[in-house]
């Protein structure tokens, strides 16, 4: 049993009432962590120390910011195998996506933002002989960062990294869902050497601690993460109280397979692009959208690979996909499975709770992975987000129609595109209503580049200097020349 404590003013505590929640690993079903259960006086008590802290972290040079933030990232680096193993235990992904993708990146992010915080420059604006301006960019005081439960360590990190980089102090909430990673980042801060209040980490529920963060008057800039529906309530709040919000929402991706697509090339992308993580990332195509004249073939092709792939113990090799992140998310994916059905699609493949599992595994949350066929694009199921391994497959004739059926959802966070016309990909991409366009790849990561969703997937972006201005407030000074 792990036991994890909030990091608040530089001290590893409790809640003050005492209080204690339980994390529970998916791929046994048992409670294998438990977790601070703070309440607003937990959030009060981390925002004052976030205030205290705030004008010497800012005044702090440059220089020094980044170094701490690059000491954090070789502290990542030397706990990656344990990381590793608490994100793939409390998370239910396979031990290699956490080992290789995830905590790499967590340590990334830190120093992804330390070298860009050091490269950063303000702008001049020169206005002939008459006069110029500069622009002054400016911490912007405490940032509340509220992060989801699928990728834990990696978009907390995300948050964080740029708003410490850039001199602003932090409130930070994980997921109650998978808080381990994030306690362990909080000893890590502390043995980083990282000044009290200016990281604090408040573990807890979304509707105590995060709603507290949320609508508190000393934190001008909330980042969240998560489900469109918390997206609108966080707006419902912060948006009279004039705060600087960026929200990064659901999605509902599409997968568009041209008539010359190299599918040699592209299955392995689109395999795991529907199935990594078990579909529970926000960028995963959960629509594929294939020319009629190559559905037939892509089926045959697309089916057995997908019926390959092992689900099991996540901390096996062996594993491509490993448990659900928990019982009730579970049970959602099954009710749209079930949905599918009556709307009219059929199960191609999957649509089962199993797996390949050890006797550890038997009460875990295991599920196939999912490919349905001849839903109308206009269905639920099709519409509404799943965030799970499941995949609707549907034609199109023309790529005026792929495009149409592309942008016809509620979301607009990301799209791939398959073909070997690359003048046709880029005329896609153009007319694509999403914060991002693969072509011919998945899941490929600039950091410096921006990131964020159209339409219900998000407002605001995310990365490189899009997230250095988020985290900023210019302040333009004009000085006469004349
Ligand atoms: P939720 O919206 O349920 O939760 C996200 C975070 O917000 C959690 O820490 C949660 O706490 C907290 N929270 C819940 N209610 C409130 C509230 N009223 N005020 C403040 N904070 C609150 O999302 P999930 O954790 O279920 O994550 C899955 C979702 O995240 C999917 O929709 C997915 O698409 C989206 N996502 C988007 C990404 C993007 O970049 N666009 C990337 C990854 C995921 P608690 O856990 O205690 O409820």
Redesign the pocket.
Same mark, same amino acid.
């Given at each position: 049993m792990i036991s994890i404590r909030n990091l608040i003013n530089g001290g590893l505590v409790d809640a003050i009432s005492g209080s204690r929640g339980e994390s529970v690993n998916p791929a046994t079903g048992l409670v294998h962590a438990d977790f601070p259960d703070s309440g607003a006086e937990d959030v009060d008590r981390a925002v004052g120390a976030a205030v205290e802290a705030f004008p010497t972290w800012r005044d702090r040079p440059v220089r020094e910011r980044a170094a701490l933030l690059r000491s954090l990232a070789d502290l990542i680096d030397a706990n990656t195998d344990r990381l590793a193993r608490l994100e793939s235990e409390d998370q239910g992904k396979t031990l290699a996506q956490a080992t290789e993708i995830e905590i790499p990146r967590a340590a990334a992010n830190f120093r992804y933002f330390a070298g860009a915080i050091e490269a950063f420059s303000g702008e001049m604006h020169q206005m002939d002989s008459q006069a110029i301006n500069y622009t002054l960019r400016r911490a912007r005081g405490v940032a509340g960062c509220?992060?989801?439960?699928?990728?834990p360590l990696y978009?907390l990190t995300w948050k964080i990294a740029p708003a410490l980089a850039t001199g602003n102090t932090v409130v930070a909430?994980?997921?109650?869902?998978t808080p381990v990673t994030a306690g362990i980042l909080g000893e890590l801060a502390v043995e980083a050497g990282f000044p009290p209040g200016v990281l604090n980490l408040v573990h807890?529920?979304?509707?105590t601690?995060?709603?507290r963060?949320?609508e508190h008057p000393d934190v001008p800039t909330i980042t969240?993460?998560?489900?469109?529906?918390?997206?609108q309530?966080?707006s419902r709040i912060a948006g009279p109280m004039f705060k600087r919000v960026s929200l $990064?929402?659901?999605?509902k991706n599409p997968v568009i397979v041209c008539e010359d697509a190299d599918l040699d090339d592209a299955m392995d992308d689109i395999v795991r692009s529907a199935f990594a993580n078990q579909g529970e990332?926000?960028l995963c195509g959960s629509r594929i959208l294939v020319h009629r004249s190559r559905l037939a073939e892509f089926m045959e092709r697309f089916l057995p690979r997908v019926r390959g792939l092992r689900v099991g113990d996540p901390a096996s090799a062996e594993s491509d996909l490993g448990a659900i992140v928990s019982r009730e998310h579970l049970e959602k994916i099954e009710s749209y499975v079930q949905l599918a059905v009556e709307e009219g699609g059929k199960i191609a493949c999957g649509g089962n709770r199993t797996g390949v599992l050890p006797e550890r595994c038997r009460n875990g949350f295991f599920y196939e992975p999912t490919v349905i066929l001849g839903l109308p694009q206009d269905c639920r199921t099709n519409q509404e $987000?799943i965030?799970g391994p499941v995949v609707s497959v549907q034609g199109f004739d023309t790529h005026a129609e792929a495009v149409t059926k592309a942008n016809d959802v509620p979301y607009g966070?990301a799209c791939c595109i398959y073909t070997k016309d690359l003048s046709r990909a880029h005329r896609m991409a153009a007319r694509i209503d999403a914060g991002i366009v693969w072509i011919n790849c998945w899941m490929v990561r600039d950091l410096r580049t921006p990131?964020?969703?159209w339409k219900a997937?998000?407002v605001g972006r995310e990365g490189g200097k899009d997230a250095l201005h988020f985290f900023t407030e210019s302040t333009n000074v004009c000085l006469n020349l004349e």
């Amino acid at each position: 049993m792990i036991s994890i404590r909030n990091l608040i003013n530089g001290g590893l505590v409790d809640a003050i009432s005492g209080s204690r929640g339980e994390s529970v690993n998916p791929a046994t079903g048992l409670v294998h962590a438990d977790f601070p259960d703070s309440g607003a006086e937990d959030v009060d008590r981390a925002v004052g120390a976030a205030v205290e802290a705030f004008p010497t972290w800012r005044d702090r040079p440059v220089r020094e910011r980044a170094a701490l933030l690059r000491s954090l990232a070789d502290l990542i680096d030397a706990n990656t195998d344990r990381l590793a193993r608490l994100e793939s235990e409390d998370q239910g992904k396979t031990l290699a996506q956490a080992t290789e993708i995830e905590i790499p990146r967590a340590a990334a992010n830190f120093r992804y933002f330390a070298g860009a915080i050091e490269a950063f420059s303000g702008e001049m604006h020169q206005m002939d002989s008459q006069a110029i301006n500069y622009t002054l960019r400016r911490a912007r005081g405490v940032a509340g960062c509220i992060s989801p439960w699928n990728l834990p360590l990696y978009l907390l990190t995300w948050k964080i990294a740029p708003a410490l980089a850039t001199g602003n102090t932090v409130v930070a909430k994980p997921s109650e869902v998978t808080p381990v990673t994030a306690g362990i980042l909080g000893e890590l801060a502390v043995e980083a050497g990282f000044p009290p209040g200016v990281l604090n980490l408040v573990h807890g529920f979304g509707g105590t601690v995060g709603q507290r963060i949320v609508e508190h008057p000393d934190v001008p800039t909330i980042t969240f993460t998560g489900s469109t529906a918390t997206g609108q309530a966080i707006s419902r709040i912060a948006g009279p109280m004039f705060k600087r919000v960026s929200l $990064e929402l659901g999605g509902k991706n599409p997968v568009i397979v041209c008539e010359d697509a190299d599918l040699d090339d592209a299955m392995d992308d689109i395999v795991r692009s529907a199935f990594a993580n078990q579909g529970e990332i926000c960028l995963c195509g959960s629509r594929i959208l294939v020319h009629r004249s190559r559905l037939a073939e892509f089926m045959e092709r697309f089916l057995p690979r997908v019926r390959g792939l092992r689900v099991g113990d996540p901390a096996s090799a062996e594993s491509d996909l490993g448990a659900i992140v928990s019982r009730e998310h579970l049970e959602k994916i099954e009710s749209y499975v079930q949905l599918a059905v009556e709307e009219g699609g059929k199960i191609a493949c999957g649509g089962n709770r199993t797996g390949v599992l050890p006797e550890r595994c038997r009460n875990g949350f295991f599920y196939e992975p999912t490919v349905i066929l001849g839903l109308p694009q206009d269905c639920r199921t099709n519409q509404e $987000e799943i965030f799970g391994p499941v995949v609707s497959v549907q034609g199109f004739d023309t790529h005026a129609e792929a495009v149409t059926k592309a942008n016809d959802v509620p979301y607009g966070l990301a799209c791939c595109i398959y073909t070997k016309d690359l003048s046709r990909a880029h005329r896609m991409a153009a007319r694509i209503d999403a914060g991002i366009v693969w072509i011919n790849c998945w899941m490929v990561r600039d950091l410096r580049t921006p990131f964020g969703g159209w339409k219900a997937s998000g407002v605001g972006r995310e990365g490189g200097k899009d997230a250095l201005h988020f985290f900023t407030e210019s302040t333009n000074v004009c000085l006469n020349l004349e």
